[in-house]
């Protein structure tokens, strides 16, 4: 079984690599719950939702929400007067219901992420990092905000002060997490912020020591090329972690603890050195994803890179 560690939406597209390249019955994901939030009283959950759905097959070509999703019951919510910058399609507001009617019968968070995978034919085991609610605080220079008022509802405009995963010291890991660490065949950590993705599931206590008793078999790969984020504001979110630079190199050190082999773009293949220096293997390749193939070959390069051919 390949363990591979994600956020959102780079994270997806290289699951979906994975699931091409392995099988999904081969293929375990373990997923940030950092920017779930609530909304209308239901709970969200964008990055399980988005590798759940990109797994199923029916994820949006923006890379969140459901295809061809409309959004009528969001404009009726707006007439009446509710906040409607968060962008829930009617049928993805089905799965938040769901998973909220779920929740409220008593069932773990892991629960209702199997029940979904299942109804949606998932076959890979999909899990959040934990059942207990950690939530990513964004704090700029105008206050506290909830990852998705900061990314979403402000557009990551603002500088970052300071990120806090609160909740995460008495947070445990899901259920199976670190049996599914200890006996994946390989790890992969997928190409998400290494701080508000990957970072929180790594801030799980007991997480990233028993990743770094497989340091060996895991294999990271980068989310900046040409010193620059593939998606999203991740530079932001490096700086506000107090990184001082955006740089394949940067990722290999944060990641030297966990994981022996680093793949980054061959764009960046001047940095090789750099990251060799830090005992990580550097292996590059087109890290960039913009189609299907592209996911599948990005995928067997990376399981190729740890001796999975
Ligand atoms: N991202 C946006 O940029 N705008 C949205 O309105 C939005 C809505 C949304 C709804 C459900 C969902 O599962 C994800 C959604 N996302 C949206 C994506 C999400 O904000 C981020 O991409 C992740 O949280 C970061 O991984």
Redesign the pocket.
């Known amino acids: 079984m390949i363990l591979a560690l994600s956020?959102?939406?780079?994270?997806a597209k290289l699951l979906d690599g994975l699931s091409q390249a392995v099988g999904q019955a081969d293929l375990a994901a373990v997923v940030?719950t950092g920017?779930d939030g609530d909304f209308y009283g239901l709970r969200?959950?964008?990055?399980?939702?988005?590798c759940l759905?990109t797994l199923a097959g029916v994820v949006a070509e923006?890379?969140?929400?459901f295809a061809d999703d409309t959004f009528r019951c969001l404009e009726g919510l707006q007439t009446y007067g509710q906040q409607a910058?968060?962008?829930?399609?009617d049928r993805?507001l089905a799965?938040?219901i769901h998973r909220t009617v779920l929740l409220a019968q008593g069932r773990s968070l892991s629960e209702t992420i199997d029940d979904l995978a299942m109804r949606l034919g998932v076959e890979a085991s999909v899990m959040p990092m934990t059942d207990a609610p950690v939530r990513t605080r964004i704090t700029t220079p105008t206050g506290p905000k909830t990852?998705?008022e900061y990314?979403?509802r402000d557009g990551a405009a603002e500088t970052i002060d300071r990120i806090e995963m609160v909740g995460i010291d008495a947070a445990v890991p899901a259920p199976g997490l670190i049996d599914a660490i200890k006996n994946a065949e390989r790890i992969v950590i997928c190409p998400?912020?290494p701080v508000?993705?990957i970072g929180t599931i790594l801030g799980v206590p007991g997480v990233r020591s028993a990743l770094a008793a497989r340091r060996a078999d895991c294999v990271a790969v980068s989310p900046i090329v040409g010193r620059r984020p593939v998606e999203?504001p991740a530079d932001r979110f490096l700086a506000g972690a107090g990184y001082p630079e955006c740089s394949a190199t940067q990722m290999a050190r944060i990641y030297a603890d966990v994981a022996a082999t680093f793949v980054l773009d061959d764009r960046d293949a001047d940095e090789c050195a750099a990251i060799a220096a830090l005992a990580v293997e550097p292996v590059t390749t087109d890290a960039l994803m913009p189609d299907r193939a592209s996911r599948a070959r990005l995928a067997s390069r990376t399981l190729d890179a740890v001796g999975v051919s």
């Open positions: 956020g959102g939406t780079g994270g940030n920017d969200v959950c964008p990055d399980l939702d988005i759905y923006r890379g969140w929400g910058w968060f962008g829930l399609g993805d799965t938040h990852f998705q990314l979403v998400s912020s508000v993705s999203g």
